[in-house]
Every structure is written in structure tokens, then in C-alpha cells.
């Protein structure tokens, strides 16, 4: 248990509030939860791991792997599609394993594979593909640098120094809500539509019974909202 609550933090909840209000809509008392420390480093190098357990993160839509090195670390990795209980996992930089859940650098990895937790900065930490049923195929590297197609079928270029995992991260199917509470519970308040409100509180508000807004659907602040790009 004390093992447990080293890898465990209680993460600040702001609801959705900056100074008192509401600066994001439909967030807010959402049930105390546990936030899982996460190592999406993988640099404890060349030291073999096995697979406890899973656990269920409710910071997340996909499952945790359990690992115990064999120096007596735990560390949580995000669960791939072929995991399986007492498997070997390896992160290795000179010797690497290509089995699903192993993380070596994007140079190591053939074109055409598949690959989760990809880091944007060598040592930075991964931020792509972390998401339930989400992978990026390896599509092109020359002597520094590869691209990468995204799920979303962008394609990225980042350094062959980078750490990534090999593997699709597992897909966890979505349960069916049995009640509007469990939502609250997550922290999702009710969404109101626009054209419903006053013209006071939303630009499509107002007007003689069910109108349309009669103009683009936008945010109460005006921003668009439907295909508009608000990327630089």
C-alpha cells in the first residue's frame, strides 16, 4: 500500500474557475480522485520489468500497466493491445526489443511500424498517441529526422532521438451511462444549447419561438465553432 501512495498524488481542482468564475463551461464538482504517476520518460534503461497488474486510471480512457523492475521499482506505463499479465517489458537505447509495450529510440524502429507515446523533444516526456485505441505509423527517416501520420492523419516531423513505445495503445470500450450522475461525477455540468438561451447570455439567443440563430454557431464569446481554425 505504501508503494501505492508514492506513485499517487491528489492534483488541485479548479472547476472550471479562474479567481471565482466560471472561465471554462460545463466543469465542475466532479468527484476527489487520485492522479497516477505516469513515467512516460521510459529512461530507466537496459533493466528488465514484468507486468503485475492493470489497474483502472479515472484521469484517463485506457488502462495502466503495473511494471516491477528488477530492482525492486514500480512505475504505471499506459497499457498496449497485446499486454499480458507476467510479460517482459524493456526500454533499451543500444539493444532493442521489439515486442508490443518495449521503447527504444524512433531511429531503432523500421519504417512502417506502429508506435504510442511518442515524445515531440528528445527527454521531454511523450504527449502524442497516449489516448485508448490511438497509434502513429513511422512513415518516412533520413539521418536526423522522421515523420510520423498521426490517428488524425496529420503527419508530424520530429527528431530519430526521440523515445517512443512500440504498439497500439489498447482500446478500452466505452461503458453506456445508466444515469445523468455519472457524469456529474467526471465533473460534467449540463450543456445548454445557444439558440434555447437570451439574447443577453449567447449570440443565437433570442427570437420567435424555435429559430436557428440566423447566423455561423459560435461561442457566447463569438468564436466559431463549426470547422472554423483557431490554430496560428
Keep these: 500500500m505504501n508503494i501505492f501512495k508514492k506513485m499517487c498524488f491528489f492534483k488541485k481542482q479548479n472547476s472550471g474557475r479562474s479567481h471565482g ?5 460545463h466543469i465542475g464538482n466532479k468527484h476527489k480522485k487520485l ?46 493491445n497485446e499486454m499480458f499479465i507476467n510479460d ?13 509495450g518495449n521503447s527504444t529510440r524512433i531511429k531503432n524502429f523500421p519504417i512502417g511500424s506502429f508506435l504510442n507515446c511518442i515524445e515531440k523533444k528528445p527527454q521531454s516526456g511523450a504527449i502524442f498517441s497516449r489516448s485508448s485505441g490511438t497509434n502513429s505509423e513511422l512513415i518516412f527517416k533520413d539521418s536526423k529526422y522522421c515523420i ?6 496529420k503527419k508530424i516531423k520530429i527528431s530519430l532521438n526521440c523515445m517512443a513505445t512500440l504498439g497500439k495503445i489498447f482500446n478500452k470500450h466505452k461503458k453506456k451511462l445508466y444515469k445523468a450522475g455519472q457524469n456529474r461525477w467526471k465533473g ?4 445548454v444549447r445557444g439558440v434555447a438561451m437570451n439574447p443577453v447570455d449567447h449570440p443565437l439567443g433570442g427570437g420567435e419561438g424555435k429559430t436557428s440563430g440566423g447566423r455561423h454557431p459560435c461561442s457566447p464569446k463569438g468564436k466559431k465553432s463549426k470547422g472554423y481554425k483557431t490554430k496560428k
Design 21 to 25: 468564475k466560471i472561465s471554462v463551461r
Design 35 to 80: 492522479y497516477r504517476k505516469i513515467d512516460f520518460l521510459r529512461n530507466k534503461f537496459d533493466i528488465p520489468s514484468k507486468i503485475i497488474r492493470f489497474d483502472y486510471d479515472p484521469n484517463r480512457n485506457v488502462d495502466l500497466a503495473l511494471l516491477k523492475y528488477l530492482d525492486g521499482e514500480y512505475r504505471y506505463i499506459l497499457r498496449t
Design 88 to 100: 517482459q517489458i524493456i526500454s533499451s537505447i543500444n539493444n532493442p526489443v521489439f515486442n508490443s
Design 148 to 153: 510520423l501520420k498521426l490517428s488524425s492523419f
Design 188 to 191: 460534467i455540468r449540463p450543456t
